[in-house]
């Protein structure tokens, strides 16, 4: 298990950048396409983390509301909903929030001193993790890690993400741009106590949902190969479990750095390969292959397979077909299922490649009930 949770901050701002009004009332900046973008988000995390201010000011439930959301991950072997994640300096909780209602595991990161207090107030809502004085945010991580938590997605306010985005410790800012404007300097913004992540972020996708204008940007170490390829390990979380295939997650991205499709492994069909799903979803019929694939690199968790005993075209076949020039991946695919040796197949065809070992053991992680 790696040391910390890929951490994705997910939040909604004004067109002027505030996060909320100056007002008591929540304001929902979201409309109903974009709220169910999140709970598709949520869905595919293992705990939700909000700050202590975000649970007092806005009550949030933090449950996934699609119900074929929470089948899908009780099919997959998880809890219906992620954990709901907390931390707080001062203890000053209600146990009566609706974040302490049943339904997810609670888990509360308090600093030492204001621990026995909490307890107290607490009682058995939640589990109360002592994180220290003051308390510190990468042992929360770490400690989440422990607990089996993979992918965290964190919500707000503003200083938690602030946090989170100045100590360098997210992965991934998706922002929600709404339509229009608060204008009031008393309202809350990203609340950033350092300089924030060195260097500018990637861009990885920009997109219309209902009304509002997302953004999406990958962080985190590394420039734009290594973010883009651990996105595509966070997409093999997202496989149909399987014991005779392994789960592999896929991303194309185009000449100017736009994703142009991804995918993972059974996602459409039973025997589909990530690199495969996401090809298909760039199917022109009988136009052939989308000519932008010519100028584009595919990310892979897993090497691009050589040998497949499921279909008659392997990986390699289809990334050359297309006219991809380039692939970049983590993992060499263990002697388990064939003998593929994809990596040399593809620069034996002119495809240029890049193996990034240190996602290695990401990548492998995730399919850690075939190679422990
Ligand atoms: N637009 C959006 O997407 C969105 C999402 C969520 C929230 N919001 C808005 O954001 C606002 C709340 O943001 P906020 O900045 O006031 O609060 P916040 O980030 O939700 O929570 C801050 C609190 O978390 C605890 N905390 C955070 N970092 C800590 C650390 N390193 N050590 C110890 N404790 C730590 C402290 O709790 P204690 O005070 O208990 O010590 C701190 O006061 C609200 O207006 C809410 O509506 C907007």
């Known amino acids: 298990m790696p040391s910390r949770p890929y951490v994705l901050l997910s939040c909604a701002t004004s067109a002027d950048g505030y996060l909320d009004d100056a007002t008591p009332q929540r304001l929902i900046l979201s409309g109903p396409a974009d709220l169910d973008r999140v709970d598709e988000l ?8 909000v700050g202590a201010r975000t649970v007092r000011a806005d009550n949030p439930r933090l449950l996934i509301r699609d119900p074929r959301r929470s089948a899908r991950r009780a099919a997959r072997g998880l809890p219906a909903h992620p954990a709901r994640v907390t931390l707080t300096a001062t203890g000053d909780l209600d146990p009566r929030a609706r974040f302490f209602a049943p339904g997810a595991l609670r888990l509360v990161y308090c600093a030492t001193p204001a621990l026995t207090a909490a307890r107290a107030r607490l009682g058995d809502s939640a589990v109360l993790i002592d994180a220290g004085d003051p308390l510190s945010v990468d042992f929360m991580l770490s400690d989440l890690a422990e607990r089996g938590v993979a992918r965290a997605l964190v919500e707000g306010g503003a200083r938690v993400l602030g946090e989170f985005l100045a100590a360098g410790l997210a992965d991934e800012l998706n922002l929600a741009v709404a339509p229009f404007f608060i204008a ?32 999406r940007y990958l962080l985190g170490p590394g420039g734009p190969d290594h973010r883009f ?32 499709a991804t995918g993972f492994s059974r996602e459409q069909e039973d025997h589909d390969h990530a690199e495969e ?8 019929g009988k136009l052939g292959p989308d000519p932008r694939l010519r100028h584009a690199t595919i990310y892979s968790s897993l090497v691009p397979c050589g040998a497949r005993a499921s279909r008659p075209v392997t990986c390699v076949g289809h990334i050359v077909a297309a006219g991809i ?11 388990l299922f064939t003998d593929g040796e994809g990596a040399e197949q593809l620069r034996a065809a002119g495809v240029a490649v890049t193996e990034l070992p240190d996602l290695a053991e990401r990548a492998r992680a995730v399919n850690a009930h075939l190679v422990p």
């Open 42 to 49: 949520r869905a595919g995390c293992d705990a939700i983390l």
């Open 184 to 215: 009031d300097p008393a309202a809350p913004r990203l609340d950033l106590p350092g300089p924030g992540p060195g260097g500018p972020m990637t861009l990885a996708e920009t997109r219309r949902v209902g009304e509002v204008a997302l953004l």
């Open 229 to 260: 390829l651990r996105w595509a390990v966070e997409l093999s979380r997202l496989c149909p479990p399987s014991d005779s295939a392994f789960s592999v997650g896929a991303v194309v991205v185009g000449e100017e750095g736009e994703v142009l």
């Open 277 to 284: 799903v996401a090809l298909r979803k760039l199917a022109q």
């Open 325 to 335: 020039p380039r692939v970049v991946f983590a993992w060499r695919e263990p002697r």
